[in-house]
């Protein structure tokens, strides 16, 4: 059974840079899609980035530039970097993995799902 649990959540100041980090059971990163999403009260599940098998990345135009997807197969763990956040981030962040088509960074096409981890950005 595939697990996920994402973990460096947060609350920060406008401007200030956090470090999520998602660890997986099982070599589930591996050769696999992966990716962030969020999700505000209120507001659909969107994604914030993503790598395909073929270790593409992929991002919203909101957060290209900010943030960085990265993971670490040796270690099973996906990681994003986010740099210059601002209020609108606010959200509850979700690590994915397993991508069975659609758009990429729609929420629908993911099988595999984190408990997510609170990101706060005060202005």
């Known amino acids: 059974q595939v697990q996920l649990v994402e973990s460096g959540g947060g609350s920060v100041q406008a401007g200030g840079s956090l470090r999520l980090s998602c660890a997986a059971s099982g070599h589930i990163f591996s050769n696999n899609y992966v990716g962030w999403f969020r999700q505000s009260p209120g507001k659909e599940r969107e994604g914030v980035a993503a790598i395909d098998s073929d270790d593409g990345a992929y991002y919203a135009r909101s957060v290209e530039g900010r943030f960085t997807i990265s993971k670490d197969n040796g270690k099973n763990t996906l990681d994003l970097q986010m740099n210059s956040l601002q209020p609108e981030d606010t959200a509850m962040y979700y690590c994915?993995?397993?991508?069975?088509?659609?758009?990429?960074?729609?929420?629908?096409?993911?099988?595999?799902w984190g408990q997510g981890t609170q990101v706060t950005v005060s202005s």
């Open positions: 994915a993995a397993g991508f069975l088509g659609g758009r990429l960074l729609e929420h629908r096409g993911w099988i595999y």
